[in-house]
């Protein structure tokens, strides 16, 4: 199939919504503000070369030494259509390292150094 059908819709992360749908005393500022912190120290985690797992529910993303991977559950993997390859494993996911500037999973924050 076309994997552009496979996407589905996304919105901006609404701190407000999160706030009022979570919480009855935090506000926008707050939420966003535990966000970045988190964003942060994960950052800083993955920078440093530790070991670093977040369990996202459909998959865990890891990262070991610098190197970010991404593994989705056998769960996840058995709700979806079979691939349109002969293989059956799971859908690749593309290594990137967290050191790298241009990288689309690079947790630098502004003001840390390389």
């Not at 966003?32 to 070369?49: D, P, Y």
């Not at 989705?72 to 290594?95: G, L, M, Q, Y």
């Amino acid at each position: 199939g076309n994997p552009t059908q496979e996407l589905t819709s996304c919105e901006d992360i609404n701190f407000a919504k999160i706030a009022i749908r979570f919480s009855s005393n935090l506000n926008k500022d707050m939420v966003f503000t535990g966000v970045r912190l988190m964003q942060a120290q994960i950052g800083k985690a993955m920078m440093s070369g530790g070991d670093v797992q977040l369990d996202f529910g459909v998959g865990t993303l890891l990262c070991r030494e610098k190197k970010i991977d991404f593994q989705f559950t056998p769960e996840w993997n058995k709700s979806r259509p079979a691939p349109s390859t002969s293989s059956s494993a799971a859908p690749a996911v593309s290594e990137a390292s967290c050191s790298d500037p241009g990288s689309p999973v690079n947790m630098r924050t502004a003001g840390s150094t390389p």
